[in-house]
């Protein structure tokens, strides 16, 4: 079916603290499971979303995640997670079970140096950091209940990391998918992230120095309207710049309503997502 994947940010509550995140929409309180069903259903009846990305802040926090995650299924609609990894192995939290729900797996590795990912602020308030080691154990444990799932890993390329050669692991484990994004540069009233930005140049030098097979590395060097995001209160919002602004609310007007105002970078999106998929 063709359409879009469309990015579902369920909260803003996170366990780890990157200096480099984005996740600041300043506003705390998550919706209700009952809301975000009626969002998922308009997202059904809209007809141009095809899969979904549960986000957030890191999605497992969201009360009762298993459940959002089942209502999307059961409506057809391929998921996929992007992960801290810190807690996937928490049965309470992600029980093994929901594994099964997801096409892919996608898990942030900045890095796999402990002081480099506790100075990116990648780690817990006790400062644990993701392990390669445990790392892999999360891909035991979605592969054990789903041998097909894909995993996806993501890292952000920024002043901290910039020197990281990462891809050895791809020997180690099967990745589908593993995207370099140049850290995007983010401010608002009580945040900004600049001191963390590298030139264009600084981020090839690092793509070239973590080669991977044909079809698997992806280099993303912005994602400006191409990616299409629902914060934790139902807003759609446009990344345009160096904030984003809310284009608007998924409950208060329909999906298509609020997404025909989006200036979606249709072109980008396309090199970006195999749209037949
Ligand atoms: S893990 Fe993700 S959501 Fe949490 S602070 Fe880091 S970038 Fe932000």
């Known amino acids: 079916m063709k359409g879009f994947k469309i990015n579902l940010h369920i909260t803003e509550k996170c366990n780890y603290h990157c200096e480099y995140c984005f996740a600041h929409f300043q506003r705390n309180d998550d919706l209700p499971l009952e809301k975000w069903f009626k969002i998922i259903d308009d997202l059904k009846a809209a007809g141009n979303i095809s899969a979904i990305n549960f986000a957030g802040g890191e999605p497992v926090l969201y009360k009762n995640f298993p459940a959002l995650v089942e209502y999307a299924k059961s409506l057809d609609f391929p998921v996929s997670i992007i992960s801290n990894g810190s807690i996937l192995m928490n049965e309470k939290l992600m029980p093994t079970e929901i594994f099964k729900h997801f096409e892919t797996l996608g898990i942030s590795v900045d890095s796999f140096d402990e002081t480099i990912l506790r100075s990116l602020g990648c780690c817990d308030k006790k400062s644990k950091v993701l392990s390669k080691e445990n790392l892999k154990r999360i891909v035991e444990r979605a592969k054990s209940v789903n041998p097909s799932i894909k995993i996806k890993l993501n890292t952000v ?37 600049k001191y963390l930005t590298i030139s264009d140049e600084e ?33 759609l919002l446009d ?39």
């Open 157 to 193: 390329v920024s002043k901290l990391n910039l020197n990281e050669r990462l891809t050895s692991l791809a020997d180690e484990i099967e990745i589908s998918r593993w995207k370099f994004l140049k850290m995007k540069v983010f401010t608002n009233k009580n945040f900004s992230n």
């Open 239 to 277: 990344d345009f710049g160096d904030s984003y602004e809310i284009v608007g609310n998924v409950l208060e007007e329909n999906f298509s309503e609020v997404f025909s105002r989006y200036q979606f970078d249709k072109e980008l999106y396309q090199s970006r997502y195999d749209l037949t998929a």
């Open 203 to 235: 981020f090839q030098d690092f793509v070239k120095r973590n080669p991977l097979k044909d079809g698997v590395g992806v280099a993303e060097f912005t994602l400006t309207r191409s990616y299409i995001m629902i914060d934790n209160e139902g807003n």
